[in-house]
């Protein structure tokens, strides 16, 4: 069964740093691409950052580029985004989800989400 | 970037009734290589994640219910409920993966 465990929300500061992880497990982690999305209270899905199978290839949307680093170690089966410089408008539930083998992919499995909240 | 507008943003159906929701994407998705359009659909229940529906617009993930189902090409989209179930109350979204990663807006489901 696939799985994917968030873990590494919070509370911080506006300027700040978070590092967000995501478990995987029931599939080859090495074969796939992975996302983060994040949905902020009461609002719709934003895709933020993905990253192929093996961590060659990233991209990010504009509002994260230069802030947030996303990574994964193959060892572990975990997908993990840095994020430095939190601004507010970062607050979200952020969930990472499971693309294809290639890019350009749908998502087919998330995880449940961690919380970041930005905030003095 | 490719802006992806769903219509309406609410809509309140009868049970047993016929549901549909529109995305429209501000260019084509359809790759012509592979003759395939980089549309999916996604339900999101209150506290949920998103759970996908439909891929490639019209292909259903395993074990969605067959009342659910995608259509159109190019530029334009189509999610229908055939007969809608309590349990379909939801926010949907489609998402365009052709060029980067965009969701619509959503579009909130309920029961009139």
């Not at chain 1, 895709?47 to 994964?72: E, L, P, Q």
């Not at chain 1, 572990?76 to 952020?94: F, G």
């Not at chain 2, 309406?8 to 260019?27: F, H, M, W, Y």
Request: hydrophobic share 30%; charged share 15%.
């Amino acid at each position: 069964e696939v799985q994917l465990v968030e873990s590494g929300g919070g509370l911080v500061q506006p300027g700040g740093s978070l590092r967000l992880s995501c478990a995987a497990s029931g599939f080859t982690f090495s074969s796939h691409w992975m996302h983060w999305v994040r949905q902020a209270p009461g609002k719709g899905l934003v895709w933020v950052s993905c990253i192929n199978s093996d961590g060659s290839s990233t991209s990010y949307a504009d509002s994260v580029k230069g802030r947030f680093t996303i990574s994964t170690d193959n060892a572990k089966n975990t997908l993990y985004l840095q994020m430095n410089s939190l601004r507010t408008e970062d607050t979200a539930v952020y969930y990472c989800a499971r693309g294809g083998i290639y890019s350009g992919s749908h998502s087919d499995y998330w995880g449940q989400g961690t919380l970041v909240t930005v905030s003095s | 970037d490719i802006v992806m507008t769903q219509s309406p943003d609410s809509l309140a159906v009868s049970l047993g009734e016929r549901a549909t929701i529109n995305c429209k994407s501000s260019q084509s998705v359809l790759y012509s290589s592979d003759n395939k359009n980089y549309l999916a659909w996604y339900q999101q229940k209150p506290g949920q994640p998103p759970k996908l529906l439909i891929y490639w617009a019209s292909t259903r993930e395993s074990g969605v219910p067959d009342r659910f189902s995608g259509s159109g090409s190019g530029t334009d989209f189509t999610l229908t409920i055939s007969s809608l179930q309590a349990e379909d109350v939801a926010v949907y979204y489609c998402q365009q993966y052709y060029s980067s990663y965009t969701f619509g807006q959503g579009t909130k489901l309920e029961i009139k």
